[in-house]
Nanobody, 120 residues
Framework: QVQLVESGGGLVQPGGSLTLSCAAS????????MGWYRQALGKQRELVAQ???????NYADSVKGRFTISRDNAKSTVYLQMNSLKPEDTAVYYC??????????????WGQGTQVTVSS
């Protein structure tokens, strides 16, 4: 099994910054994609940013130029640096990883979610 633990959420004023972290632990053979999703109240969960093991990165249009995703493979950790935050960024942010627990066993894992609130 693989467990993901997120940290770094909180309350921030518009224009401020936050950094989210998500560390994976457990029976990990290797991790392919790492990413962040968010779900605002009353809305569907949406992709924010994702990076794969080859280094390719994908961002939602709404966060391009403001958010930066990065990963530390040695620590099985993914980060999301969020700058110039807007009230519409308010949501629960979820970490997601596609991990192999053996060379032949592959699954998608989710963190518990961390609240980000952007408000004055």
């Amino acid at each position: 099994q693989v467990q993901l633990v997120e940290s770094g959420g909180g309350l921030v004023q518009p224009g401020g910054s936050l950094t989210l972290s998500c560390a994976a632990s457990g029976s990990i053979f290797t991790i392919n994609a790492m990413g962040w999703y968010r779900q605002a109240l009353g809305k569907q969960r949406e992709l924010v940013a994702q990076t794969n093991s080859g280094g390719a990165i994908n961002y939602a249009d709404s966060v391009k130029g403001r958010f930066t995703i990065s990963r530390d493979n040695a620590k099985s950790t993914v980060y999301l640096q969020m700058n110039s935050l807007k009230p519409e960024d308010t949501a629960v942010y979820y970490c997601n990883m596609y991990a192999y627990t053996t060379p032949f066993s592959f699954d998608s894992y989710w963190g518990q979610g961390t609240q980000v609130t952007v408000s004055s």
